[in-house]
Nanobody, 120 residues
Framework: VQLQASGGGLVQPGGSLRLSCAAS????????MAWHRQAPGKQRELVATFSRGGRTNYADSVKGRFTISRDNAKNTVSLEMKNLKPEDTAVYYC???????????????WGQGTLVTVSS
C-alpha cells in the first residue's frame, strides 16, 4: 500500500493551493483519512481529518480557510487551502487508517509529504 501526496509548491500570502493524496495497492477498506503538517523546527501537527462516516475536524489555525474532502470510490483525500499565510509553510503529510484485507488489522499509513511554501 502506498499513499502518494501531490500539489505542494510556492504560493504568495493570500493565495490558494490544493493538495491531493491517493492510496493505492491492496485495499479492503479505509477508515479515517487526514492531513498533518510539520513546519521547520516544529513538531508535526494535525491539520484536518475526515472520517469514513463523513465527519470532519480542523485545527483551529486553519478553520474557515482549509477544506478537507475525500472520494471513497477513488481512495483519495484532498485539502483545499485558501488565504494561505506564511505560518502555513510546512511539509504536509496525508495518512489513512487502512485495512488491506478483511482478515488483517487496521494499519495507519503515511504519505511521503509535499512541501508548501507561503512567501512573497
Amino acid at each position: 500500500v502506498q499513499l502518494q501526496a501531490s500539489g505542494g509548491g510556492l504560493v504568495q500570502p493570500g493565495g490558494s493551493l490544493r493538495l491531493s493524496c491517493a492510496a493505492s495497492g491492496v485495499i479492503y477498506s479505509i477508515g479515517s483519512m487526514a492531513w498533518h503538517r510539520q513546519a521547520p523546527g516544529k513538531q508535526r501537527e494535525l491539520v484536518a481529518t475526515f472520517s469514513r462516516g463523513g465527519r470532519t475536524n480542523y485545527a483551529d489555525s486553519v478553520k474557515g480557510r482549509f477544506t478537507i474532502s475525500r472520494d471513497n470510490a477513488k481512495n483519495t483525500v484532498s485539502l483545499e487551502m485558501k488565504n494561505l499565510k506564511p505560518e502555513d509553510t510546512a511539509v504536509y503529510y496525508c495518512n489513512a487508517d487502512l485495512r488491506r484485507t478483511l482478515w488483517e488489522s487496521v494499519v495507519n499509513y503515511w504519505g511521503q509529504g509535499t512541501l508548501v511554501t507561503v512567501s512573497s
